[in-house]
């Protein structure tokens, strides 16, 4: 499957922005979404991941009530909602996919740059 990250941009601390992943090849049901972020000088991190059916979701602790993880299978896009953005949180955003069968995230987006100024 291949992933293109798009919707990253610059905003002020306290907006809003939605990213979206568009999956194009084997795509539908059979993969797991991750977003992940990795910030100037530091370790890429997981944001949150959103199952096959999209019905269970995980958010790390510094997201948890601000950002939403969402899938349209129709679309073949997985969405990023963030909220009450804060100046930590900007980094550059990537979107993976883990296969069903897979233990790892294996198939990666190009990155969208999200900046949140103060």
């Known amino acids: 499957v291949q992933l293109q990250a798009s919707g990253g941009g610059l905003v002020q601390a306290g907006g809003s922005l939605r990213l979206s992943c568009t999956a194009s090849g084997r795509t539908g049901s059979r993969y797991t979404v991750g977003w992940f972020r990795q910030a100037p000088g530091k370790e890429r991190e997981l944001v949150g991941r959103?199952?096959?059916?999209?019905?269970?979701?995980y958010y790390a602790d510094s997201v948890k009530g601000r950002f939403t993880i969402s899938r349209d299978d129709a679309k073949n896009t997985v969405y990023l909602q963030m909220n009450s953005l804060k100046p930590e949180d900007t980094a550059v955003y990537y979107c993976?996919?883990?296969?069903?069968?897979?233990?790892?995230?294996?198939?990666w987006g190009q990155g969208t740059q999200v900046t949140v100024s103060s």
């Open positions: 959103i199952s096959r059916s999209g019905g269970s979701t």
């Open positions: 993976a996919a883990r296969y069903y069968t897979e233990a790892d995230f294996r198939s």
